[in-house]
């Protein structure tokens, strides 16, 4: 069964909603039967490289709250995450672009490191002093690197603005398609879909209602024995 996870790494709730769900699907009884894959989604898509300002600023300009209230969203964050084991840093974050960390992403599916690229730049954006947006692609470099990637490669990728770039948007028109808009954004096995960082218990009822339905095929045999065929190390010859 494939689970598919629309997110930004921008996004607090992300954050928090992958934890939770990592801790469902640990404990899941099929939980070696299940993939995830991570899909593209950007909170602020289109926004210019190096375009960086602090999440107090981000929030007060987008929705027109005031900066007591921004940041006691960040505070309130900050605890939610505490309670997943999760360290926030609830003062002087920044925010920026995310469209190089998701083509670094794609990259790292290939090479099987998509799972572990994320949580690094997960704990780099909400737990670390260092910004994620602000250094250029040395930092993006680093922490991919961390990931298991080859620096040449990662650092070919971010020099091509057009590698990987069809991959993010296709994620981003699926998304659309799927009716998500906003993350995180959960899809199991095509047939089931959960929005926003729930509890942990939501994900595990979604879980086990998506793997009931999911039924493998299911081979029909006339008296329970497979008849002759071929594969790959020939066919079956009659012996009289």
Not at 112 to 119: C, I, M, P
Not at 180 to 202: I, W
Request: contains cysteine; negative net charge; aromatic residues 8%.
């Amino acid at each position: 069964m494939r689970v598919e996870i629309w997110s930004d790494v921008a996004c607090p709730w992300c954050y928090v909603g992958k934890a939770r769900f990592e801790k469902a699907l640990a404990g899941f009884p099929q939980r070696e039967r299940v993939e995830v894959v991570h899909r593209s989604f950007e909170l602020d898509p289109g926004r210019a490289r190096g375009d960086v300002e602090p999440v107090l600023t981000m929030l007060t300009r987008k929705y027109g709250m005031s900066e007591a209230q921004a940041q006691a969203g960040e505070d309130n964050l900050g605890a939610q995450a505490a309670a997943e084991g999760l360290a926030y840093r609830t003062r002087d974050r920044d925010n920026g672009g995310t469209f190089d960390m998701h083509r670094l992403l794609h990259l790292a599916k290939e090479h099987g490191r998509q799972s572990e690229l994320l949580r690094i730049l997960y704990r780099a954006n909400f737990a670390e002093e260092r910004s994620v947006f602000s250094e250029g692609d040395d930092r993006l470099v680093e922490l991919a690197v961390e990931a298991g990637l080859d620096e040449t490669v990662v650092r070919a990728v971010l020099a091509d603005p057009d590698a990987y770039a069809d991959a993010v948007r296709a994620d981003e028109r699926e998304a659309a398609e799927l009716g998500a808009n906003g993350v995180p954004f959960f899809v199991l096995d095509r047939k089931y879909g959960v929005s926003g960082a729930q509890p942990a218990e939501v994900f595990t009822r979604a879980l086990t209602q998506a793997w009931e339905a999911h039924t493998p095929l299911r081979l029909l045999d006339g008296d329970g024995d497979g008849a002759d065929a071929c594969g790959p190390d020939g066919c079956a010859v009659p012996r009289n």
